[in-house]
């Protein structure tokens, strides 16, 4: 018993209610309604599926790619020792960025997060052409591979800390080297692969910083400017689905914005940048909804949007009118398909709509919908003018018929 109480927390470390504490295991709620999205399919990167058979095939690519850097850093006298020394001097701080106790000795988790960084420093500088790669490269040459590695490299579950890939882009910088792209830059011009914004504007994210590659991505999207929660009197409702709030007269507006995160309201207009739903979205999404609501001291713009889905998709008709009026481009598959994987995104997830930078959204929507008279007059023509024309239509027929029997009679 005296060595039960002595031993420290395993599965769920001490550090884990640290803010420091960033990459986590989705709790089992999550995984049982999103199933294996969390998890990597090619790729582990980091301790938590280190070495699990089905990922083994990109292990031995790993090694090419390491043996690339230090062909390269040779000429300034560095060597793999010197990688190593450098992550290790960092390596407590590493540990405390998981929130599970690690099975692995030094050696083994420092070489782990070497191996794991520079495969993905090398294939951001190949990818961005700064570094030679060869035209028959698996890698490269065969399409399947690549997509699976954007997917890869934003799940939860499939990380290693920003400042490791820091430490080690900058060792494995050459000369001359300063002024080209910064991390932050490569791995956003990787990314946009799938992302597709205007090239334009990833320079801006050049000093930008996240806690690991999921969260420099998710905190990209961030708009700069948003509404500031503050305590209000009256809690913030639910809003409805698009089917009820269209009854109120509610209409939703296709908008162009940097961030599909910037959502407004205005005179009766919900206004959405279009977003591209497709199997990269898709876990983007999840992860960073997961990572908000394991990380204490993170704020949650993409659990608010997610919630804003939840609550505008009911069924896949209302996926078909987002569809229809180009807020959603579906790359996914079936209307059904698009508002199940909407309704799960948010469920099991609970966090303050007053504290979420769209609060002010929900509040103005919900007191718009509220409003007697614009309900009841939408209700009123759903209800009796549509059955008007109805009448109208059905006695225009009934004439019509009669005056061709009569025609044909006589």
């Avoid at 549509?386 to 225009?396: G, P």
């Amino acid at each position: 018993m005296h060595q039960k109480i002595s031993a420290p927390p395993r599965l769920l470390s001490l550090a884990a209610g640290k803010s420091t504490c960033c990459i986590f295991r989705v709790p089992r709620s999550l995984v049982d309604i999103n199933g294996k999205s969390y998890q990597p399919h090619i790729v582990s990167i980091g301790p938590y599926h280190h070495g699990e058979p089905q990922l083994k095939m990109i292990e031995e690519h790993k090694w090419r790619f390491l043996g690339s850097i230090l062909n390269r850093i040779k000429v300034k006298g560095l060597t793999l020792e010197d990688l190593l020394k450098a992550v290790e001097s960092r390596e407590k701080e590493a540990r405390e960025c998981y929130s599970e106790n690690l099975d692995m000795g030094t050696d083994e988790f420092v070489e782990m997060l070497v191996l794991d960084g520079c495969f993905i420093i090398e294939l951001f500088r190949k990818v961005a052409n700064l570094v030679p790669s060869d035209p028959d490269d698996p890698i490269f040459s065969m399409g399947w591979i690549l997509p699976l590695f954007f997917r890869d490299f934003v799940r939860i579950e499939n990380q290693i800390p920003y400042f490791v890939l820091e430490v080690l882009f900058d060792l494995s910088k050459m000369p001359g080297e300063e002024s080209r792209p910064t991390l932050s830059q490569l791995a956003l011009e990787f990314f946009n692969n799938m992302i597709l914004r205007p090239d334009e504007n990833i320079p801006k994210f050049s000093q930008l910083k996240g806690r690991h590659l999921l969260d420099l991505v998710r905190t990209s999207f961030i708009p700069s400017e948003t509404e500031k929660p503050y305590k209000i009197k009256t809690p913030t409702h639910i809003i409805h689905c698009i089917s009820k709030l269209r009854r109120a007269d509610i209409k939703l507006k296709p908008v162009k914005a940097e961030s599909f995160l910037e959502v407004k309201f205005q005179h009766g207009v919900i206004e959405m940048p279009t977003i591209t739903v497709d199997d990269f979205m898709t876990s983007f999404l999840l992860n960073c909804v997961a990572y908000e609501y394991c990380h204490k001291s993170s704020s949650k713009p993409f659990t608010a949007y997610a919630a804003l889905l939840d609550c505008l998709v009911n069924t896949y008709k209302d996926v078909e009118y987002l569809s229809d009026r180009n807020i959603i481009e579906n790359f996914y598959g079936k209307e059904e398909e698009v508002a199940r994987f909407i309704n799960n995104m948010g469920k099991d997830i609970s966090f303050d709509i007053d504290q979420c930078h769209l609060w002010k959204l929900f509040s103005d929507v919900h007191y718009y919908y509220r409003n007697d008279w614009r309900v009841q007059w939408a209700g009123f023509k759903y209800a009796y003018l549509h059955a008007a024309l109805l009448i109208l239509v059905l006695t225009f027929l009934q004439t019509f018929y009669t005056i061709y029997q009569n025609y044909h009679h006589d």
